[in-house]
């Protein structure tokens, strides 16, 4: 005899979603659909998967996401491989390998599930789903902007305009990123005893990285840091004056952040993250910036571009509940003839666009309901009397009122 089997539970931070929350992870998605049309930027599929050295090159060892987060696993031929912590990693490679430059300046956008090994919270999963904008190969600020100004849009067409703010800030040149680390490391060095654990540990590794730590206590030294303003390049500060100037006059709202760095390694020059207070802890929305060194880092020519993730979770908790999909019809076949029947009918129905739905169980009273609770604006109720007579009895369940129409006129009946 078989032992009786415990059935098996989801891996932890993986969601299985049904009805309001799977249909609010899809209007976040077709609205992505609709205003990356109207910005021009092609739908673009890339795998899952790749090799491991893919992400840990780019996204930078000292991140906690090559170091933490991914799922890194030997395949069958001993290759290690990662399932993918994020999009722009991806895109470069397949930008190199596929051929790509051709089409540069190139406006690419996708979506799809990701995955970090991350302690899940509100907000925070295992496999989450991620929207993705990157323009590859060009420099100009108005990339930036035309960028950001994407992003605005979505969030406003969302409804959640009001509520995500854009946090804008500049890393710089390399040159202005390295005096910058310069005098970072000069200030966590000299409070390094009250800092964290870990952020002692990135001082030596990579000093911007403590701007974006997580512990509370860390956060009176990170406000005191110096800001990136006073070591600024003329040629960094004029693109940046390019960006905020271009946004001011695409009417995209943002505020100054100076100490934000992205945990990502690769930006260079615009880094920004649209921010929420309505989801706790997890208030990133949507975040980016320009990767101008990012290419070169997986072999390729230097190529500037800029791009930005948002998460689908995040957004879809943030929006009004989408209507949910009913039925125009439900047809009630009463009797074995009228079952039949039934059947071509309901085929019929929905080849001419019409979203139909047959209660055939329990009698007809528990039929009826069953119409009413799919919130279908008919019933359509076929017995053999109506078969002898060619009709069907067409119910509107919010009046009420009924009417026998002829059996090739009913589209034409429920369309209204
Ligand atoms: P956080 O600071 O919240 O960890 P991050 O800087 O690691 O975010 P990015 O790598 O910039 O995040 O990813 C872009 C977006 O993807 C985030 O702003 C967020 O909306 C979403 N995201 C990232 N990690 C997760 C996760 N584990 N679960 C759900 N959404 C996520
Ligand atoms: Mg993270």
Do not use: C
């Not at 795998?47 to 060892?61: C, D, K, M, S």
């Not at 991350?118 to 420099?139: S, T, V, Y």
């Amino acid at each position: 005899m078989r032992a009786a089997m415990k059935s098996p539970q989801p891996i932890r931070g993986m969601q299985s979603l049904l009805g309001e929350e799977a249909d609010r992870m899809a209007a976040v998605v077709a609205a992505f659909d609709r205003v990356r049309r109207l910005y021009g930027f092609q739908r673009v599929e890339v795998p899952v998967l790749e090799a491991t050295e893919v992400f840990a090159r780019t996204i930078g060892e000292t991140t906690d996401v090559v170091s933490k987060e991914m799922y890194s696993f030997d395949d069958r031929s001993g290759d290690s491989v990662t399932m993918r912590p994020e999009f722009t990693a991806g895109i470069a490679r397949s930008f190199l390998s596929e051929g790509w430059q051709q089409y540069a300046p190139l406006k690419v956008a996708t979506h799809g599930p990701a995955f970090r090994y991350e302690r899940p919270q509100k907000g925070r999963f295992r496999q989450f789903h991620q929207l993705d904008a990157e323009i590859i190969g060009a420099a100009e600020p108005a990339s930036d902007v035309e960028l950001l100004a994407f992003a605005d849009q979505l969030l406003k067409e969302l409804g959640i305009g009001e509520g995500a703010i854009l946090n804008l800030n500049t890393l710089g040149d390399p040159e202005t990123r390295n005096a910058w680390r310069d005098a970072l490391y000069e200030h966590f060095n000299a409070h390094s005893s009250d800092l964290s654990e870990e952020s002692r540990d990135r001082l030596e590794r990579n000093p911007l990285r403590i701007l974006d730590s997580k512990a509370h206590s860390d956060w009176p030294i990170v406000d005191s840091a110096p800001v990136i303003d006073d070591f600024l390049t003329s040629e960094a500060a004029d693109f940046f004056a390019a960006v905020t100037a271009g946004l001011d006059a695409a009417g995209v709202r943002w505020e100054r952040a100076p100490r934000l760095v992205r945990g990502l390694d690769y930006y260079r020059h615009t880094a920004f993250e649209f921010i929420t207070d309505r989801l706790g802890a997890q208030g990133t929305v949507l975040a980016g910036g320009r990767y101008d060194g990012l290419i070169e880092t997986l072999g390729g020519p230097h190529t500037p571009a800029v791009g930005w993730a948002a998460g689908i979770e995040r957004l879809s908790m943030m929006i009004g509940a989408p209507e949910p999909e009913r039925p125009d019809v439900v047809l009630i076949p009463l009797g074995e003839r009228g079952e039949a029947a039934a059947q071509r009918l309901l085929a019929d129905l929905r080849r001419d666009g019409i979203a139909a739905e047959m209660a055939f169980r329990g009698n007809m009273k528990k039929r009826l309901s069953r119409a009413n609770s799919a919130g279908a604006r008919f019933a359509l109720i076929l017995g053999d009397d109506e078969l002898e007579r060619g009709v069907i009895q067409v119910k509107d369940l919010r009046s009420g009122e009924q009417s026998a129409v002829a059996l090739g006129e009913v589209a034409e009946a429920v369309r209204a």
